[in-house]
Every structure is written in C-alpha cells, then in structure tokens.
C-alpha cells in the first residue's frame, strides 16, 4: 500500500545558505502570523472567515506594497506553504486536537516547507530554490528506493541544529497477521506497563540529562541579561533539551515499532481518559513522557503494517477493577503501587492489572468493528507478577 512517509536527517549548510535560511525563516514566521492576525480580525471584528484562497490573494497583495518588498527576497513556495500550514493549524483546532493557534516567536523552532516545484532532487541531491549548491544532508538512512520527494520541510531547532524532513510515498508491505494481542498501561513509576507482566521504560534512564539540565539552567539564570555569555549559556540549556527529546524520542520509536511487530492488536487508554484523572503529578508525568506521541506513532504504524491499534476512548475502572475476578475497588489511591483482592485474593501489580484490563476491553471494543478479525486474537494475560494466595 502507498503511504506518504517523512523521513528526517541533518543537514549542514553552508554559511550563505544559512543566511538564506535565516531569510526564508523571517519570512515565513512573518507571513504565518500576519495571516493570523488577519485571519483573527476577519472573524471577531467582521465576522467573516479568510480561507486560504483569500489569504494567498491577500499575500499577493501584500508582496507588492512598498515597505514589503524584501518578501520577495526569498523563494515564494514555503510562504504560501507558511499559510497551508495555519490552515492545518485552524483545522486542528476546530476538530478539537489542538489550541487556539498562536503567533510564531524568533526563539523558537523555525521551519520553512518547499513543495517540488521550488527544489531540485537529483539522484540523492537536493537543492533548495535561492540556493546555488545542493544542501549537505546526512543521510544516516536511506530513503525507499527511486522514491520521488513530493515536499521538504526544513528546521533550525533552538540549538541551531539543521534538519530536513523528506516527504516520500512509500510502498509498505503489511506483515503476517499474527494471534498476539497486548494492553499498555502509562506507567507513573516507569513509562509503560503491558499486559504480558513487563514494565517498560525506567524514568531513571533520563535523570542524569536532567540532572546536567538543572545545572545548566541555574547557570543560565545567573548570567547578566543581555550579555554574551548569557546568549552561550541559553544555548547550552537548549543543546541539553534537544538530546533528551532526542533520547526519549527514539526511546518511542523503538518500543512502538516493537509492540506494532509483535502484536497484531494494540489496546491503549486515550489521553483524554488518562486525562480525567485529575492530579497534578499525573498531568506532569503524561507531558514528560510523551504519552500522545507514542499513541499517534502507534496509530500509523499500525496503518503501515496492517495491525490495529484500540483507543479505549471511554472512562473505564481499568486500575480498580480485578483483572481476574471483576471485583471493582471502591478507591485506590496513587501511591499504591501493589493490591490484594478483597474478594478472589489475587496479588496484583497495579499497573499491569490495569494493563490486562485494557487489553480486555480492547478487545472486546475491537471485535465490535471491523478492524481486525477478532477470532484471530486471543488474550495472554500476564503471569508474571501475578501470584494467588494460599
Ligand atoms: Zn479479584
């Protein structure tokens, strides 16, 4: 089945292609919040909605004013695209995924995308339009054979680090369907907990990068304001950040790609359920670990190899209920971490019970679609920690 797939590298350019970047970035961060703000006027101050093919008429306009003309000093494809993107932006919000969106600062990343008619791929090459050398990518993968790039993204990350990102169909083979089925739970002692009885991910794993974070940033409050060394000491804090979300982004990648490989139903809590436990700690945990990334990387991997992935969407007792006899708690409490049954005795671990019983009623939400065949699953609860008492 043909899939649009991104793949990422880091790129190195040269000092007059990143100035050009420089250039291309103003200008799309410029554009990008410009059509906001007209966009946000239009509705509350008219009450008229600006489409994108209004906003590109008004852009045109806008290129020709006097005071604007440096716009044009730059390629005009990743400015009409600054405008595709607050679209998606606008779409995200109105179907309820994402915020009111917000002006795009300097400090932040910074992104220009090119579609294919403002670059050139040659044979493993690629040049930007306004550049005159091809870009100096490193290609630590490699990208599908006699793929064709429909679009590329560039970034400079607030490390000022480069990358590209290459938009490419994909052909991608489903795997043989397989009987394995598993339950993931978010763990709060470490980042998941499944249903065969492994616990996944020690959050200790990220405490020596956060430790020299820390450290980092005390440094960096102490600097003068203004001053150079405090400019070197923000970049330091911000080169400390990129590696661990690159650590921990890496660390998803692998364990969604194994539980997709393995499994041929993957049942997980949504987070708008995980969500309806409201503590603070919880909330803070959720965000650090990334838990709606690894669900959406669960989601396409799914689609690309042809398992199914359940979002138990619904609130469900998965922590209080006993997995083997149904027995439902009356409370339990965050910081119990271990519990008998009152009523079968069964020792449990807390999360993976909560683990069994997402698999479980994944499964039978599941065999209500269509998704998957539900004969071809069978549950395999965990064992590991389980225990009855004599
Ligand atoms: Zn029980």
Same mark, same amino acid.
């Given at each position: 089945?043909?899939? /649009? ?11 007059e ?17 410009w059509?906001?703000? /007209? /966009? ?5 101050k !008219? ?9 590109s008429?008004l852009?045109? !306009?806008? %290129? ?14 990743p400015?009409?695209?600054a405008?595709r ?24 990343q910074?992104?220009a995308?090119?579609?294919s008619?403002?670059?050139t ?14 870009? *100096? ?6 990208l599908? %054979? ?6 590329v ?17 994909d *052909?991608?083979?489903?795997?043989p369907?397989?009987?394995q089925?598993?339950g993931?739970?978010? $763990?709060l002692?470490?980042?998941v ?5 492994e ?7 990220? =405490? ?10 005390r ?8 001053? /150079?060394n ?7 804090v911000a080169?400390i950040?990129a590696?661990?979300?690159d ?6 990648? &692998?364990?969604?790609?194994?539980l997709i ?17 409201k ?6 945990a959720?965000? *650090? ?11 396409? %991997?799914?689609?690309?190899?042809g ?8 609130w469900?007792?998965s922590s209080?209920?006993c997995?083997?006899?149904? =027995? ?11 519990w008998?049954?009152?009523?079968? $005795?069964?020792? =449990?671990?807390? *999360?993976i019970?909560?683990?069994?019983n997402?698999?479980?009623v ?15 699953? &069978?549950t ?8 009855r008492?004599?």
């Open positions: 089945m043909k899939q /649009k797939r991104a793949f990422k590298y880091r790129v190195y350019p040269t000092p292609q990143q100035q050009m970047l420089a250039q291309t970035f103003g200008c799309c961060r410029f554009v990008y919040n059509a906001l703000r /007209k /966009k946000t006027d239009a509705y509350y !008219d009450h008229q909605r600006l489409y994108y093919k209004d906003l008429i852009l045109t !306009d806008l %290129k020709q004013q006097e005071d604007m003309h440096w716009l044009n000093a730059v390629s005009s494809v400015l009409q695209q405008l993107h607050l679209d998606k932006a606008f779409l995200n919000f109105f179907e309820g995924r994402a915020k009111y969106p917000t002006f795009h600062k300097k400090r932040n910074q992104s995308t090119y579609t008619n403002a670059f791929w040659r044979t493993g090459t690629l040049t930007l339009a306004k550049m005159r050398e091809p870009l *100096d990518i490193r290609w630590s993968r490699p599908p %054979k006699d793929a064709i790039p429909s679009s993204t560039i970034s400079k990350d607030c490390a000022n680090r480069y990358f590209i990102s290459i938009l490419v169909e *052909d991608i083979a489903h795997l369907v397989i009987e089925a598993i993931a739970d978010l $763990g002692k470490s980042f907990a499944l249903s065969t009885g616990i996944v991910g020690n959050p200790k794993f990220f =405490h020596k990068d956060e430790k020299k974070l820390a450290k980092a940033q440094r960096h409050a102490k600097k003068k304001k203004g001053s /150079k405090r400019d070197k000491a923000r970049l330091k080169r950040h590696r661990i979300a650590r921990r982004r890496d660390f998803l990648q &692998k364990l969604s790609t194994r490989r393995e499994n041929q139903v993957v049942c997980v809590e949504s987070l708008a359920v995980k969500n309806m436990v503590n603070g700690s919880l909330a803070k959720i965000s *650090d670990v990334g838990w709606s990334e690894f669900v959406a990387q669960l989601e396409y %991997k799914a689609d690309w190899y398992r199914a992935l359940v979002k138990i969407d619904k469900y007792p209080k209920r997995f083997d006899c149904g =027995h439902i708690l009356d409370s339990l409490t965050l910081d119990v971490r271990q008998d049954c009152p009523e079968c $005795g069964v020792h =449990h671990d807390r *999360d019970n909560a683990a069994n997402i698999l479980a994944g499964l039978t939400v599941n065999a209500c679609g269509e998704a998957v065949r539900p004969g071809a699953v &069978k395999k609860p965990g064992t590991s920690r389980r225990s008492k004599a």
